[in-house]
């Protein structure tokens, strides 16, 4: 697996980012976004349990990533239309408001090490990427456990402040200063 100090590496995938079939598609490249920090999650598949949980949870916290000058991306093995129809079915994705990649060639799952042996998908993955493509943050879970979001957010913001923080440390509190 692809882990932190390395490049992330660069993709072209088709991406659902709307509701509306006018609209709904779009190539996402890892310049597309060029100068913000990235955080890049996986979910193994479409319509399934565990998977709609954290995308919504992300969606609802989309403007507190926004608000850190991060982009956040989803990704699965599905294709764009696969996306597009979960997102018109399900309410909880109906207004995502992040783009959902289409990895059907796992390629990138792949030039992260990240494809289930076992099942041929996405594990469950997550990438803080920082504005000059360099992995700073990789946490990923057993297929069955979701992740915290906030965790991310959390790590997202210890990230940024270029500094030495404790165990358990939250935006506001002091960091480490070394004597």
């Not at 696969?82 to 799952?109: C, I, T």
């Not at 057993?142 to 991310?152: A, I, S, T, W």
Request: aromatic letters at 10%; one cysteine or more; glycine letters at 6%.
């Amino acid at each position: 697996m692809l882990g932190i100090g390395a490049k992330f590496p660069e993709f072209n995938l088709k991406a659902a980012v709307s509701n509306d079939i006018t609209t709904a598609f779009k190539d996402i490249t890892n310049k597309s976004y060029k100068g913000k920090w990235l955080v890049v999650f996986f979910w193994p598949k479409d319509f399934t349990f565990v998977c709609p949980t954290e995308i919504a949870e992300f969606g609802k916290l989309n403007k507190d990533f926004a608000d850190r000058d991060a982009q956040v991306l989803g990704a699965s093995i599905d294709s764009e239309f696969v996306h597009l129809a979960w997102r018109q079915n399900h309410k909880d994705l109906n207004n995502l408001p992040f783009p959902m990649l289409a990895d059907v060639k796992r390629e990138l799952s792949t030039a992260l090490g990240i494809l289930d042996p076992a099942e041929g998908v996405a594990q469950r993955a997550t990438y803080i990427v920082d504005p000059e493509g360099i992995v700073r943050f990789v946490m990923v879970t057993d297929l069955n456990v979701g992740r915290n979001v906030k965790e991310v957010i959390r790590v997202l913001d210890a990230l940024q402040t270029d500094e030495l923080c404790p165990c358990n440390w939250e935006k506001g509190k002091d960091t480490l200063k070394v004597a």
